[in-house]
């Protein structure tokens, strides 16, 4: 493969500087492209650190040859010393030529590691990955409508699961039901409480363990998802929480909490979702919902800190798999104003956002009637 460097010696060599184009501005802009490319290697390097244990490994070890880090973690030697020559050209790792020895610094373990928490955000690489893989079928879409099955991301609910996991575990009972005044209250003594759209269903599972006299449910269209919460229940012994398979415009029963952690502006039918949400709460019942921290406004999103991951994941997961159904297809349209705007349509008279520590993709809203 050609180098970076070599390419644009050739370009630079057969072509002129377009007409009315700055050659500073253009040789920063190809700059940036460039480290656009090495970012994407490395979050797929980073991905892979992460699923194969490798900086889990690492962090136990003081500096340490490949061999030695490939023994730890129980991987082939080959594979693991070319993956630590991306992690110490990305920075991710030191390196000493006297030994060959490599180390992962504790500060860089503390947002590689999953001792690290919510703190974790090697996480996240995954969704690159998932990405790329439907990266034709998003495509087709482009050229000719519709979207990209939910059916088409088999790694989806894993890796929601351990995002989810990571927040709700370490800030769910402690700082985000606190932010609705009252509900860990009326929770401590019992209430019905419903997560709409609950994936692998672990918030109703961390809430019936904090609980207990509490009931609560998790709903789902994923029967994979709602299987994994029912085993999770089931092996923690909680007979306070149960899981349904269906739709969140068809909620059954009523109940004082409603949640709905990331998922409602995902759905095809986000209006008619909260049109049942606000019917299935009994009088002075709490609806709580995290969604993304984003303006509707496009321009307001410039200089957003996850701007560019919140785009890809629309364009990738959130709006294509709406549209695949016919659906909104809300995507990042769907910011504060719009959740606003759709929450009032719905009833909710009261609303207020909150956002929190460790969790910079959601805003939190605590929604209520009259």
Request: charged residues 20%; aromatic residues 8%; proline residues 5%.
């Amino acid at each position: 493969m050609a180098t970076v460097e070599n390419e644009r010696n050739t370009r630079s060599a057969g072509t002129a500087t377009p007409d009315g184009v700055d050659p500073a501005a253009q040789e920063e802009f190809a700059g940036r492209v460039v480290g656009v490319l090495n970012a994407a290697n490395t979050a797929l390097l980073t991905s892979v650190g992460h699923r194969t244990g490798l900086f889990d490994a690492m962090s136990t070890l003081p500096a340490a040859t490949s061999a030695e880090i490939a023994e730890a973690a129980g991987l082939d030697e080959r594979y693991v010393r070319e993956w630590l020559g991306g992690m110490l050209v990305s920075g991710f790792v030191t390196y000493e030529p006297d030994g060959a020895r490599y180390t992962l610094p504790p500060a860089h373990a503390a947002c590689l590691t999953r001792a690290a928490g919510p703190d974790n955000l090697a996480t996240l690489m995954g969704y690159v990955a998932l990405m790329g893989g439907v990266e034709d079928q998003v495509v087709e879409a482009f050229r000719k409508g519709g979207g990209v099955p939910y059916s088409a991301y088999p790694r989806f609910q894993e890796l929601q699961g351990q995002e989810n996991s990571r927040v709700f575990d370490a800030a769910l009972v402690d700082t985000i039901l606190p932010l609705a005044p009252g509900l860990s209250e009326r929770l401590r003594d019992g209430a019905d409480a419903l997560d709409v759209g609950t994936g692998q269903g672990h918030a109703p599972v961390v809430m019936a363990r904090a609980f207990p006299r509490s009931r609560f449910h998790g709903l789902d269209q994923s029967a994979e998802g709602i299987a994994a919460g029912r085993e999770e229940a089931a092996r923690l012994g909680l007979d306070n929480v149960a899981f349904t398979v269906g739709d969140s415009t068809e909620l059954p029963g009523t109940y004082d909490v409603i949640t709905a952690f990331d998922v409602i502006h995902d759905l095809a039918r986000p209006a008619e979702t909260l049109d049942a949400i606000a019917a299935a709460l009994r009088p002075g019942g709490i609806f709580l919902m995290g969604d993304i921290a984003a303006s509707s406004k496009v321009e307001e999103n410039i200089g957003h800190p996850l701007g560019p991951a919140l785009y890809g994941f629309s364009v990738f997961y959130c709006m294509t798999t709406s549209l695949s159904t016919g659906g909104a297809g809300l995507g990042t349209v769907w910011g504060e104003q719009t959740a606003r705007r759709m929450l009032a349509d719905a009833g909710f008279t009261h609303v207020e956002t909150h956002g929190i520590e460790g969790d910079p993709f959601n805003l939190y809203y605590v929604a209520t009637k009259d």
